[in-house]
């Protein structure tokens, strides 16, 4: 009859059945929330007919740009996934290898759905050791997830410089045509030292660059240095006559707060989602 699984009783779901009817017309964002589910009932196998249809659908770029999927949502799938278990004691299940294919290539082809701003862009993201922690919820670490979200910014922005901090700032060579694997070489096992995030806006005013967003990524084990990032983000706006703008992602959420409540150029960003990109051009474009 048509109905979405969020119609199917519960009891239902254990049926392999059921779930071969609901994948026939599956939106896309569920198919790609649901593999686990599909591969624990059975029906998602190696060479079944459910796993090359998979495999089809995150190939298909038109059906990908329709169904509005971010790129960070198919990272965050394929983390999963690989995992071969839930987050949420909601089992285990055997990865089929050519999925967790398809959800690589889907993550670059999903670039081209998401939305230039047209905004100047200056991301820092944090490398000190403790960005090897995963995100609230997911497989996905939040080293992976604050340079993928860099990636994208470099896809899609015509103007963005994405740099590394931690006690230190400096510039990350990532483009256009980064791959994932390449970017994390960059950001990942950096050798411990502490959070300093006023970095970006310090380095930004250093080197006179002009941006109107900066972009702090962090697990929010953050050290304040010598100076606070709202004072630096001050700083650069007397200095270079620019209302920039101040977005902190606390990647896992322990009671931090960064940005200045008082300053509606400013905003804090508890935890990590598929959501966050579209909240953060929002914000950027006000």
Not at 24 to 34: K, L, Q, S, Y
Not at 136 to 146: I, L, N, Q
Not at 183 to 198: E, M, P, Q, V, W
């Amino acid at each position: 009859h048509g109905l979405p699984r969020e119609c199917v009783p519960t009891e239902w779901l254990r049926y392999v059945e059921v779930w071969e009817v609901l994948l026939a017309d599956m939106p896309m964002t569920a198919m790609i929330r649901n593999l686990g589910n599909m591969s624990k009932v059975g029906l998602l196998a190696p060479g079944s007919d459910a796993s090359r249809k998979v495999c089809r659908e995150l190939a298909d770029k038109d059906k990908l740009k329709k169904g509005r999927v971010h790129p960070v949502t198919i990272l965050m799938a394929e983390r999963t996934y690989a995992s071969g278990r839930g987050l949420r004691g909601s089992g285990e299940w055997t990865a089929v290898p050519q999925v967790i294919d398809a959800l690589d290539d889907a993550f670059y082809a999903a670039f081209d759905n998401v939305e230039p701003t047209g905004r100047r862009w200056m991301l820092g993201l944090d490398v000190s050791g403790s960005m090897r922690s995963p995100v609230a919820g997911t497989a996905m670490s939040c080293c992976e997830g604050a340079t993928a979200l860099a990636l994208v910014t470099a896809h899609i922005e015509p103007d963005y410089l994405i740099g590394r901090f931690n006690m230190g700032y400096e510039p990350c060579p990532f483009s256009k045509k980064t791959r994932l694997d390449d970017a994390l070489a960059y950001t990942r096992n950096i050798n411990g030292g502490g959070t300093d995030c006023s970095l970006p806006m310090i380095a930004a005013l250093q080197n006179n660059l002009k941006f109107d967003v900066f972009v702090v990524l962090t697990d929010s084990e953050t050290w304040v240095g010598q100076i606070h990032p709202v004072q630096a983000l001050r700083q650069y706006r007397d200095k270079t006559g620019i209302p920039a703008k101040l977005i902190v992602v606390g990647m896992v959420s322990n009671g931090f707060t960064i940005a200045d409540p008082d300053d509606g150029g400013t905003m804090d960003v508890v935890g990590f989602d598929s959501n966050v990109p579209a909240l953060m051009a929002d914000f950027a474009k006000q």
